[in-house]
């Protein structure tokens, strides 16, 4: 296990809505970065969070948007979904000092119909 | 950008046996890290090992170790001795050095492998 939160762990939404995954970090990281795992594919960056602040950025839309808590916690929010998001979404936590290693949440399976 | 090859989408081997998964990567970059994750059925992305690029040293951990070729680009894992419950997906992935901003893990698209009983 590593301490690494998500929720809920499935979702099912009809394509246009809204839906907001959130991602608990471990304890002591002040970093939280998502990913989308698309069905056979190897995770894509989405976005990082450092210190509540939006941190370095994949190649996704603005419907994709996050927030970071002071607690560290996180949120990824998709607006107007579309049947391609459909996927497995990542959180991952680390701690902002050199050589980091970011674990891993179990992630959250989205299903968009 | 920097790009990361896994051209084996499956592997098998005997349980006890020794098996290598190979993984290629591009970069301009000097400084940078490699890893590799396993991720089971249970979805959770579990780090193997971690191998940091200005090192010559290949790393180990236990039944696992890697074959780092940095002028090749070449970053193997080597699972020795293995056991049914280290069937899973395997993803390569890359890491530039700390850049502010530039902290993302760019993913293979993974090898699965089984374990024959």
């Known amino acids: 296990e590593t301490g690494v939160t998500q929720s809920p762990t499935h979702l099912i939404k009809t394509r246009g809505q809204q839906v907001t995954l959130r991602c608990s970090s471990q304890s002591g990281h002040n970093t939280v970065s998502w990913y989308q795992q698309a069905l056979g594919q190897g995770p894509q960056f989405i976005f990082q969070y450092y210190r509540e602040e939006e941190n370095g950025r994949g190649n996704f839309p603005p419907r994709f948007s996050g927030l970071q808590f002071p607690n560290y916690s996180s949120e990824l929010n998709v607006n107007a979904l579309e049947l391609d998001d459909s996927a497995l979404y990542l959180c991952a936590s680390s701690r902002w000092v050199g050589k980091n290693i970011q674990y891993f949440g179990a992630g959250t399976r989205l299903s968009v119909l | 950008a920097q790009t990361v090859t896994q051209s084996q989408p499956e592997m098998s081997v005997q349980e006890a046996e020794t098996v290598t998964l190979s993984c290629t990567y591009d970069?301009?970059?000097?400084?940078?890290?490699l890893f590799w994750y396993k991720q089971p059925p249970s979805r959770q992305m579990i780090l193997v090992i971690r191998?940091?690029?200005?090192?010559?040293q290949n790393a180990t951990e236990n039944r696992f170790s890697v074959n780092f070729q940095k002028a090749a680009k070449s970053f193997s894992l080597k699972i020795s001795d293995s056991q049914l419950g280290d069937a899973a997906m395997y993803f390569c992935?890359?890491?530039?050095?700390?850049?502010?901003?530039?902290?993302?893990?760019?993913f293979g698209t993974g090898t699965r492998l089984t374990i024959i009983p």
């Open positions: 970069t301009s970059e000097s400084d940078y890290y």
């Open positions: 992935a890359y890491r530039s050095e700390t850049n502010f901003g530039n902290e993302k893990l760019t």
């Open positions: 191998q940091e690029a200005y090192k010559q």
